[in-house]
């Protein structure tokens, strides 16, 4: 009896083991299908963690951009262009010393009865904290096509010294400050 429960114990830890994937878990399909990813982590010793890779929030109040024209505010006539983040997954690379995210963000832009069209450059932060310690901070200007209407932000490099504390939090968001790179 003992021994059928020993093994039936045994059992579920192997098939329990089996589950685990290294699938990310926001993006519901195998980014690697060509294996070169995975080649790759065996030649630098990395490993995909999704366990611990920090979650990416849209900080309220940051998650919509407008531009109007002329220095108006709040005109609707004059509005050229609305940007609104929305969907956000992340992948995260151990190393040695770090954790290394690549975060993404989806995206979509609206033209106003005052806009030409074309490309413009929008102001998005991408900051890692742990609690009142950020770990990461970098203000880009990312160029987007004002007729496209969707887009995808891609932020890969994001640097997490020490690795991912189990409060660390991941932040986007537009950010009219000034332009600064860390």
Do not use: H, W
């Not at 929030?57 to 002329?70: M, N, P, Q």
């Amino acid at each position: 009896m003992t021994i059928r429960r020993f093994l039936g114990i045994s059992l579920l830890a192997v098939v329990a083991g089996c589950n685990q994937t290294d699938k990310p878990a926001d993006m519901g399909v195998n980014s690697d299908p060509s294996g070169a990813q995975t080649a790759a982590q065996q030649q630098t010793q990395t490993a995909i963690v999704q366990g611990s890779c920090p979650q990416v929030y849209l900080r309220d109040g940051t998650a919509v951009l407008r531009r109007y024209a002329k220095g108006a505010k709040d005109d609707p006539q004059n509005l050229l262009y609305q940007v609104t983040l929305a969907d956000t997954t992340r992948r995260c690379v151990l190393n040695e010393s770090q954790l290394v995210m690549t975060v993404m963000v989806q995206g979509r832009v609206v033209t106003g009865p005052a806009s030409s069209g074309g490309t413009v450059n929008v102001p998005i932060r991408v900051a890692a904290s742990d609690g009142s310690t950020t770990l990461y901070s970098e203000l880009i200007q990312y160029p987007v096509n004002t007729d496209a209407g969707q887009f995808i932000f891609t932020k890969g490099e994001v640097a997490i010294p020490g690795g991912s504390g189990g409060f660390t939090k991941v932040y986007v968001g537009f950010d009219e400050g000034p332009y600064n790179t860390k």
